[in-house]
């Protein structure tokens, strides 16, 4: 049976409290992400913003910082011009900039290092984010899941190679990508993993699936160390953890985006239409049966401060 990494929370009843966004949080100090890499663009052209943000998400409270990995893939570096040796170096210092923000994290707060370690979770985003065209929130690939598993291949290979503690397969969109990296984490017996969905309402995934299918795949895995949702409105958690619950007894995680409307028109995101407060959300998530909880895009170190509050203090 695989250790679960977060057995030392939970098995004291504690919630794990992940980071929140990284490539909007870029964005929001300046950074220029309008590019196919998105986030892992920096980590060619300014990796020192990526470890500041990591570092202000432990400062928030987190327990697990989710590398910058979730865009880079071996076919987006190589048409940049990278060669095999570069495109490795690139996935390892994912998880470097995430390992020195621990480090310096710890370093400041001598505290700390009573506590426990804070988690690092290699992110393995969907095939369609290296597509750049918003597939990764349809699924509509048409690959088959042997084809799906020959491109995560690579990445997946070279991150297993880091000091990251699990893989996140995070925003998977459809139940052949899922199947895909289930079946492939076998050929890393030694690496547990996450599997976040995106989910398009209550009951479904983006691609119109079951959510109850996708937690009953992973609940098959023993590699698979908890299941849930991510990079989805806010709304929707509650029913969707439901979902998960009725068919599996893996730790729940969600991470949902702010729940922001984007106006494509004017191209930016509406003010004032998003969770202005995830205090008491993350209560209600808690009661709903998540373990893991933290935020995805539009989230800030200050909503994961205040969901690490919230949860700390009950």
């Given at each position: 049976?695989?250790?679960?990494?977060f057995?030392?929370w939970?098995?004291?009843?504690?919630?794990?409290?992940l980071?929140?966004?990284?490539a909007?949080?870029?964005?929001r100090?300046?950074?220029d992400l309008?590019?196919?890499?998105?986030?892992?663009r920096l980590?060619?052209?300014?990796?020192?913003l990526i470890?500041a943000?990591?570092?202000?998400?432990l400062r928030?409270?987190?327990?697990v910082?989710?590398t910058?990995?979730y865009?880079a893939?071996i076919?987006?570096?190589?048409?940049r011009?990278l060669?095999?040796?570069q495109?490795?170096?690139?996935f390892?210092?994912?998880?470097?900039?995430a390992a020195e923000?621990?480090?310096?994290?710890?370093a400041a707060f001598?505290?700390?290092r009573?506590?426990?370690r804070?988690l690092?979770a290699?992110?393995i985003?969907p095939?369609g984010a290296?597509?750049?065209?918003?597939s990764e929130y349809?699924?509509?690939?048409?690959?088959?899941?042997?084809?799906?598993?020959?491109w995560?291949?690579?990445?997946?290979?070279?991150l297993a190679?880091?000091e990251?503690?699990?893989?996140?397969?995070e925003?998977?969109?459809c139940l052949?990508?899922?199947?895909?990296l289930?079946?492939?984490l076998?050929?890393f017996?030694y690496?547990?993993a996450?599997?976040?969905f995106s989910?398009r309402d209550g009951?479904?995934l983006s691609?119109?699936?079951?959510?109850?299918?996708?937690?009953?795949?992973a609940?098959?895995s023993?590699?698979?160390?908890?299941?849930g949702?991510?990079c989805?409105?806010?709304?929707y958690?509650?029913t969707l953890?439901?979902e998960?619950?009725c068919?599996?007894?893996?730790?729940?995680l969600?991470y949902?985006?702010?729940?922001?409307r984007w106006d494509a028109t004017?191209?930016?995101?509406?003010?004032?239409?998003?969770v202005a407060?995830?205090?008491?959300?993350?209560?209600r998530?808690?009661?709903?049966g998540?373990?893991?909880i933290?935020?995805c895009c539009r989230?800030?170190?200050?909503d994961?401060a205040?969901i690490a509050h919230?949860?700390r203090?009950?």
């Amino acid at each position: 049976m695989m250790q679960n990494p977060f057995a030392p929370w939970l098995d004291h009843g504690e919630a794990v409290i992940l980071d929140g966004a990284l490539a909007t949080e870029l964005e929001r100090r300046g950074a220029d992400l309008r590019d196919a890499l998105w986030s892992a663009r920096l980590l060619i052209d300014a990796p020192e913003l990526i470890r500041a943000v990591h570092l202000d998400y432990l400062r928030a409270g987190a327990d697990v910082l989710i590398t910058a990995s979730y865009q880079a893939s071996i076919d987006g570096f190589r048409q940049r011009g990278l060669n095999e040796a570069q495109v490795a170096t690139l996935f390892r210092l994912s998880v470097q900039l995430a390992a020195e923000a621990v480090e310096e994290y710890l370093a400041a707060f001598p505290a700390a290092r009573r506590l426990r370690r804070p988690l690092i979770a290699a992110s393995i985003g969907p095939y369609g984010a290296y597509l750049a065209d918003g597939s990764e929130y349809r699924g509509d690939y048409g690959l088959s899941v042997e084809a799906l598993m020959d491109w995560h291949r690579p990445r997946m290979a070279a991150l297993a190679q880091t000091e990251a503690d699990l893989f996140a397969c995070e925003t998977i969109p459809c139940l052949a990508e899922a199947e895909a990296l289930v079946r492939l984490l076998r050929e890393f017996p030694y690496m547990p993993a996450w599997l976040s969905f995106s989910c398009r309402d209550g009951a479904t995934l983006s691609s119109g699936e079951s959510m109850a299918d996708a937690a009953r795949l992973a609940d098959a895995s023993d590699q698979i160390v908890a299941v849930g949702v991510n990079c989805t409105p806010p709304r929707y958690i509650e029913t969707l953890l439901s979902e998960a619950r009725c068919v599996t007894t893996k730790p729940l995680l969600c991470y949902p985006n702010s729940g922001e409307r984007w106006d494509a028109t004017a191209r930016c995101w509406v003010e004032g239409t998003g969770v202005a407060d995830f205090a008491e959300p993350a209560r209600r998530w808690y009661a709903a049966g998540a373990r893991l909880i933290g935020g995805c895009c539009r989230t800030t170190p200050a909503d994961i401060a205040a969901i690490a509050h919230s949860l700390r203090s009950m």
